[in-house]
């Protein structure tokens, strides 16, 4: 029987190992108790199968990749392997600060600040009381996806 949490790299199999070769590869026996991938490695795969493997975890966005999980390890839940084989956002997400977060646009529901994007724009959005608002002296856009100046008219 093998235990696979989704937020794991260990694999534990019934039954003690003793040696690393009893492993799949990039993994290794712990504490001669059971397997364990490598750092910087993931489990993927199923033991009823015979299919288990240690895969190797993106460094860096756009590196090289099989499956979703080895990007969304390093990069977050909006992380996926794209069409191409490489890691990237999914649609609706945006890269910021080594991590990919929902693209939520001005007036949106957030969590965090990197949630709110705001288009190609310079200026920082701010996720305020669980709303994506711009900065003191900004405005949302006429599409909520950017923040534009606040302009102030004298009569």
């Known amino acids: 029987m093998v235990v ?17 070769s ?16 490598k750092q910087g490695y993931v489990i993927t795969g199923s033991y009823r199968n015979n299919t ?3 895969l190797k975890e993106a460094e860096a966005m756009g590196d090289v ?5 080895q990007c969304s390890r390093p990069f977050g839940a909006h992380a996926l392997c794209q069409t191409g084989s490489t890691c990237g956002c999914r649609e609706d997400a945006h890269f910021r600060e ?8 001005i007036g949106g529901q957030c969590t965090v600040r990197n949630d709110c994007r705001v288009g190609l724009s310079t200026i920082d959005a701010a996720c305020v009381r669980g709303t994506c ?14 923040c534009v100046p606040v302009v102030c008219k004298w009569e």
Request: glycine share 12%; aromatic share 10%.
């Open 98 to 105: 080594d991590l990919c977060y929902p693209s939520v646009r």
């Open 65 to 69: 990749c099989s499956l979703d999980i």
């Open 22 to 37: 009893e492993c799949v590869e990039n993994g290794y026996c712990y504490l001669n108790s059971y397997c364990r991938c």
């Open 52 to 54: 288990l493997a240690c």
């Open 4 to 20: 696979v949490g989704a937020n794991t790299s260990v694999m534990c199999v019934a039954g003690p190992c003793q040696y690393d």
């Open 133 to 146: 608002m711009c900065q003191p002296g900004f405005r949302g856009g006429s599409q909520g996806s950017d």
